[in-house]
């Protein structure tokens, strides 16, 4: 297994995350952060691991500064928009699995997609696995294509949930509910419900079908909204987002 892991970006949102879980899985845990001032390739040398944290436009300059001190060490991205394909040519090197992580991460409820380049050994497998089990569930796919598709829906997925929830207090107040009371039902009814679904085989779909009945409640509400239309408008966002990552990925 790997001794010792440099974080590059390891002071911002996904690298803390990485430092912290890097430190539970290490053993003895030896974690080096690279902020812009740091002598990365000087670091790099020492570490068989190296994480990329950086935002997307700051990848060239940190590629740059890392790439003297790598030589086949594995690397593992967790930036949007950075392909593997430039992975590999900027950074001269094979080893490369690319991770898109997200928020829920930070409690141990994360959905990260990960895949590797050929050149990766089932270690580096094991290792990565391993460390994404510690920020929530992990899956590998094929390609980068699975990554951008990924992005639109576990990595963009979090803002989805909390523009219901918005949505959702909105409505709340709207029939009287008090705000601080409004905020622990909904909060607590999406854990609830997330969680039901999660831990369940059956689809949402017959769930949701257990818990309407006719000429109930639920069903007083779910029969005003335009359920076709709102499909529609998922497809649309979703889709969106999905060319945005495929736009922003190079
Ligand atoms: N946040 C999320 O929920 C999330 C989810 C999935 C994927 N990601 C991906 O994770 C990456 C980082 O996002 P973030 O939200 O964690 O950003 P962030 O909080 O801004 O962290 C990036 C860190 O990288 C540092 N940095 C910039 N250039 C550097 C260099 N040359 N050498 C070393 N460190 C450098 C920054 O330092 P300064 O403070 O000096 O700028 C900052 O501490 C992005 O590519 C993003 O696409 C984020």
């Known amino acids: 297994m790997y001794k010792h892991?440099?974080?590059?970006?390891?002071?911002?949102?996904?690298?803390?995350?990485?430092?912290?879980n890097l430190n539970k899985l290490l053993n003895p845990p030896?974690?080096?952060?690279?902020?812009?001032?740091?002598?990365?390739a000087q670091l790099a040398q020492t570490a068989d691991v190296i994480f990329f944290t950086v935002k997307p436009q700051d990848f060239s300059a940190a590629?740059?500064?890392?790439?003297?001190?790598?030589?086949?060490?594995l690397i593992i991205s967790l930036m949007a928009?950075?392909?593997t394909t430039t992975l590999v040519q900027q950074l001269n090197n094979q080893r490369v699995i690319r991770a898109m992580p997200n928020l829920p991460a930070k409690i141990g409820l994360g959905m990260t997609v990960w895949t590797a380049t050929t050149a990766s050994t089932t270690t580096d497998k094991e290792f990565v696995q391993?460390?994404?089990?510690?920020?929530?569930?992990?899956l590998e796919v094929m390609n980068d294509q699975m990554i951008d598709q990924a992005t639109a829906v576990s990595a963009s997925g979090p803002a989805y949930l909390f523009l219901l929830a918005e949505q959702l207090l909105q409505a709340a107040s709207y029939i009287g509910l008090p705000a601080d009371q409004a905020r622990l039902l909904v909060t607590e009814t999406l854990r609830g419900a997330s969680t039901l679904l999660a831990d369940s085989a059956a689809s949402p779909a017959s769930i949701r079908?257990?818990?309407?009945?006719?000429?109930?409640?639920?069903?007083?509400?779910?029969?005003?909204?335009?359920?076709?239309?709102?499909?529609?408008?998922?497809?649309t966002a979703i889709m969106a987002a999905y060319q945005r990552a495929k736009e922003l990925s190079h």
């Open 81 to 83: 928009g950075v392909s």
């Open 5 to 20: 892991a440099l974080v590059v970006g390891g002071h911002g949102t996904i690298g803390q995350i990485m430092v912290a």
């Open 209 to 235: 079908a257990q818990v309407t009945s006719t000429g109930g409640t639920t069903a007083a509400a779910i029969t005003t909204l335009p359920l076709a239309e709102l499909q529609q408008y998922w497809n």
């Open 130 to 138: 391993a460390l994404f089990r510690l920020m929530g569930q992990q």
């Open 63 to 73: 590629a740059t500064a890392t790439k003297p001190g790598i030589s086949n060490q």
């Open 30 to 40: 030896i974690v080096t952060v690279a902020n812009r001032q740091s002598h990365h």
